[in-house]
């Protein structure tokens, strides 16, 4: 099923959506909030379905049509976000253009940071920042969103907990990372809100794109209106969400809510472009010796969108303009 959230309050008001996008139920008398929904999944995933079915069919009460600029992101807040870099041509060519190259031990388990979570930016909210002398970017990735899990679940097991999925815009500032990750405490300054896509969608809904470890389809993204990455999203990683998940879950349990990213997508073939503005300067520096793209500026925009085989989008777009605090 696909859910999403109204903007009401701090948690927004829980919405099932249609499959086309179309229509909406407010689902208020059944869960309140998504996190509500997340935090009782066993007892009420049920209810959501069957009103999902209704929707689809034509025959649910109090369908409405859906108007994506009321939308809030699905999980405004949550418990955690936690974050990784998993695809290896994004890690490898950000190295290779600063002379450095992928550790010995970079199969052994998966780069994460935990990053923002009390508060996601909706899909069209503007990316809001003091200075455009920041290195603003995007990345974009898929990140799932978990139930409870168990302290030392297996890789095999972890996606068993995988309730959603969400379309997420990393925000980044390249100008503040290099110095962070050089003080060996990780992420901080660097990484602002994020934002996620206006639609959450269960794993069964994907279908033949998901596949028990990775989503695929085809993620697209456009910077200052022209198509910047075409990016296949279930290849060219050795780590999945159970992966990652697993690797966090060595030493704690986590709440439902709790969102986990890949990392910027990206394949081996360069020709697809990338997921972020900051790895296509990388395989400029790399082919020609220089970065010549500039990063975003105030007034410019981005937009981010994953597709199913037919062309579908699978959770609306994130289409945000970038401008002055």
């Not at 996008?21 to 689902?27: C, M, T, W, Y």
């Not at 007034?299 to 597709?307: A, M, N, T, W």
Request: with cysteine; hydrophobic share 40%; glycine share 10%.
């Amino acid at each position: 099923m696909k859910l999403a959230s109204r903007k009401s309050g701090r948690d927004g008001t829980l919405l099932v959506v249609s499959r086309d996008l179309s229509k909406a139920v407010e689902v208020a008398a059944i869960a309140p909030t998504l996190q509500y929904a997340l935090d009782n999944w066993e007892q009420l995933s049920g209810q959501l379905q069957a009103v999902y079915d209704e929707l689809n069919a034509g025959s649910a009460d109090g369908a409405f049509p859906l108007e994506l600029n009321s939308l809030a992101a699905p999980l405004p807040r949550s418990y955690q976000y936690l974050d990784g870099a998993c695809y290896l041509s994004h890690i490898r060519r950000n190295r290779q253009a600063r002379g450095d190259s992928l550790p010995d031990d970079i199969l052994d388990a998966p780069l994460v940071y935990q990053g923002i979570s009390h508060g996601f930016m909706a899909w069209n909210d503007p990316i809001r920042l003091p200075d455009d002398n920041l290195g603003i970017d995007f990345e974009a990735e898929i990140a799932a969103v978990t139930g409870d899990v168990p302290l030392g679940v297996s890789a095999e097991q972890a996606t068993e907990y995988v309730r959603l999925f969400v379309l997420l815009n990393d925000v980044s500032l390249r100008a503040l990372i290099p110095a962070e990750l050089k003080r060996t405490f990780g992420f901080l300054t660097g990484k602002p809100a994020s934002s996620l896509g206006p639609i959450a969608v269960t794993p069964d809904e994907l279908g033949e794109l998901w596949d028990g470890k990775l989503v695929s389809g085809k993620m697209k993204c456009w910077v200052r209106g022209e198509l910047f990455g075409d990016i296949e999203t279930g290849i060219d990683t050795p780590f999945h969400y159970g992966h990652m998940i697993a690797h966090v879950a060595q030493t704690r349990a986590f709440e439902p809510g709790t969102l986990v990213g890949l990392g910027t997508v990206s394949n081996e073939d360069e020709r697809v472009g990338a997921g972020c503005i900051g790895e296509f300067r990388a395989m400029e520096t790399i082919n020609t010796g220089k970065a010549s793209t500039p990063l975003l500026k105030f007034g410019e925009r981005v937009r981010i969108e994953h597709f199913d085989r037919a062309g579908h989008s699978v959770f609306g777009a994130i289409d945000q303009r970038v401008e002055r605090l």
